[in-house]
């Protein structure tokens, strides 16, 4: 079962993050930019 | 004159249209878990074989990531329908599509260790998934060379149209070479399969979850891409400022 949660958790993890990072990235842009894109 | 910068968090990227779409996605994906940690054990592959929720639905995202970097890049070379628009979905897709692709080697490689014994072995399949990921790394530096926005966007688009020949190669390999890795996870949506409706259904739930995962991250990243742009078009609008006030005043 470690391998299935393994594969389960890497997934999801990596996910979490690059959304995470994407959804910070455009944040810290719109306050540089001042405007949201919108 | 700029716009006074904004204080407290604000949603950059974020709409209500998105909020819904990473609602579903978020709903999709926990049902896939559940139900892809509740398939039956089987004979051959034992626990192993609940990974078919997330690896099949990964390695579909990412192909379907690729295509859409090629066909926005297509769209994007094409005259008639040249758009900057397209140039950041592609750079959008490619990016989120890299991420896919290593999830695809990654949880291929933690299926490939309890049930073939190797994490990796140089098999046609393998060798061409992550010769995908080099290449799509490949797309990601050339998005990263300094260069004019219109200059940056054809040599990507071309890039994207060099790199997707990998993807049918990949696809078929199965087919092509005696390979470790089993036939096409598409193939076994057919009726008359094997596969058990458990685990068609777990399968087919993973494929509509990573979809909307996707979806949901390249609106979020294409907007990204557009806030960099007006960034850089400033930034480039400050310099040239800059340059004409250091000449009036050399000329006074």
């Given at each position: ?38 | ?71 926005a890049s297509?769209?994007y ?5 040249r758009d900057r628009r397209w140039d950041r979905v592609a750079a ?57 926005i219109e200059?940056r966007a054809r040599?990507s688009a ?67 891409e ?27």
């Amino acid at each position: 079962m470690t391998y299935v949660l393994a594969g389960y958790g890497i997934t999801l993890v990596v996910l979490v993050l690059y959304a995470a990072r994407v959804i910070v990235r455009g944040r810290t842009l719109a306050r540089t930019v001042g405007d949201d894109d919108r | 004159m700029t716009a006074p910068p904004s204080t407290g968090p604000r949603r950059a990227t974020g709409t209500p249209a998105t909020t819904v779409l990473g609602a579903v996605a978020l709903l999709a994906l926990t049902g896939t878990v559940a139900l892809g940690l509740a398939l039956p054990l089987t004979r051959e592959q034992r626990v192993y074989s609940r990974l078919i929720a997330i690896h099949p639905p990964v390695a579909w995202t990412a192909y379907l990531a690729v295509a859409v970097t090629a066909i926005a890049s297509a769209l994007y070379l094409w005259p008639r329908t040249r758009d900057r628009r397209w140039d950041r979905v592609a750079a959008a897709s490619a990016e989120v599509g890299v991420v896919f692709i290593a999830l695809m080697l990654a949880t291929g490689s933690i299926w490939g260790r309890p049930t073939w014994g190797v994490w990796w072995t140089w098999d046609a399949r393998l060798t061409a998934s992550a010769l995908m990921l080099v290449l799509y790394l490949g797309y990601l530096a050339v998005r990263r060379v300094p260069a004019d926005i219109e200059v940056r966007a054809r040599r990507s688009a071309v890039t994207a149209l060099l790199a997707i020949v990998v993807v049918p190669i990949n696809h078929m390999a199965v087919e092509w070479w005696r390979t470790l890795h089993q036939g096409r996870s598409l193939a076994e949506l057919d009726p008359g399969s094997n596969l058990d409706g458990a685990f068609i259904a777990a399968m087919l739930l993973g494929f509509l979850a990573m979809t909307l995962v996707y979806a949901w991250l390249v609106v979020h990243r294409y907007r990204v891409e557009a806030l960099e742009e007006r960034l850089a078009e400033r930034g480039l609008d400050a310099a040239i400022a800059e340059r004409r006030a250091e000449a009036v005043m050399v000329d006074q």
